[in-house]
């Protein structure tokens, strides 16, 4: 089974007129930072600074998006409640240059096999990643350890992917990165020709990382293609999906559910609570099947019994929700900024 778990951030709700106002430095020379990204993580709702180091952006009320300050070759510093925080004098550390680290294991794998398991697992392996590519895939390192049967990747930089499906050019910061594997017997196989003998079987991976959108051609944002794409798109994400969850719609908009094979009534099994701005949605079982109304078929898999979903149908609590099928196979690239809005 191939399992996605991504870190998803909440979406602003209602725009206010508060602004959120500032000034970014070098730590070590004390100079002002021109072109620092200040945004809001996940959303499309950002800015730069200017020649001298200052940024205004608008405050979206109820907000829980983790707001991000970064620049290239500097530690990026992410505040989860902006609008009380003083950024009048913020101070980013230069990175300092870090040693390759010594493995005991050999890495076997060759760099275009990872790049292979990377690229699929990471942008999604639907139509849309076929109009993705990364930019700079050179920056993003990649080690299979044998002996654990993991391959992990990192980058000291933003990973770039132009979506040409969706039209964004997604800047996505990468935290962690891991594919687990397990060994295939050789015992009773026979490979012949210049065939690679297989020796691992994917078993699952995930991602955690933080996403920041804009337009990859902003000649193109109001092309009737590009809508239909997006709200295409939308239609069959996961945030639409616990969305309609949080929200009563599930089976009104053509979703069925399935536990043990057996459709079962969702009401039966899932209880939505508004809490505040939030919902809890308690289920009454660990694990799911979900069809949707094309019959993309997905799985859910809970460590807890309760999710915790905005609503724009993020899973706050992320770590506790894993998904497989259709969902899973989605990845970055049928990822949509979380301020994005059906018309």
Not at 153 to 172: G, H, K, S, W
Not at 236 to 246: D, G, N, P, T, Y
Request: with cysteine; aromatic share 14%; net charge positive.
């Amino acid at each position: 089974m191939n399992f996605k778990f991504l870190l998803l951030l909440i979406l602003p709700l209602s725009l206010s007129a508060q602004q959120i106002k500032g000034t970014v430095y070098d730590a070590v020379t004390n100079e002002t930072l021109a072109s620092v990204n200040v945004y809001f993580s996940g959303t499309s709702k950002g800015t730069i600074t200017d020649f001298d180091g200052n940024f205004e952006i608008p405050y979206y009320d109820n907000s829980q998006s983790v707001f991000t300050i970064s620049l290239l070759g500097y530690v990026s510093q992410s505040f989860n409640d902006p609008l009380h925080t003083d950024f009048s004098n913020i101070r980013l550390q230069p990175k300092v240059g870090e040693l390759p680290a010594v493995f005991l294991n050999p890495d076997p794998w060759s760099r275009e096999k990872k790049e292979q398991y990377f690229i699929k697992q990471f942008l999604g392996t639907t139509l849309i990643a076929k109009q993705c590519t990364i930019l700079n895939l050179d920056k993003v390192k990649m080690r299979f350890n044998p002996s654990t049967g993991k391959m992990i990747a990192f980058a000291q930089e933003p990973v770039l992917i132009e979506n040409r499906d969706l039209n964004y050019l997604v800047t996505y910061d990468l935290t962690d990165f891991e594919i687990t594997f397990e060994s295939i017997s050789l015992d009773n196989m026979r490979i012949t020709g210049d065939f690679e003998t297989p020796t691992h079987r994917m078993v699952s991976s995930f991602f955690v990382g933080s996403a920041f959108f804009k337009e990859l051609d902003e000649s193109k944002a109001n092309k009737g293609w590009v809508k239909r794409h997006r709200k295409r798109a939308y239609k069959v994400s996961e945030v639409r999906l616990f969305k309609l969850m949080a929200l009563g719609e599930f089976e009104k908009e053509g979703y069925k559910l399935f536990f043990k094979r057996k459709k079962v009534s969702f009401d039966k099994h899932v209880r939505s609570r508004k809490r505040g701005d939030k919902y809890l949605l308690d289920f009454r079982e660990t694990q799911y099947d979900i069809m949707d109304s094309k019959n993309f078929q997905s799985a859910i898999y809970l460590e807890d019994p309760t999710l915790i979903v905005s609503g724009s149908g993020n899973v706050i609590n992320y770590h506790v929700l894993k998904t497989g099928g259709f969902v899973s196979y989605l990845k970055v690239s049928g990822m949509l900024p979380l301020d994005y809005e059906l018309k």
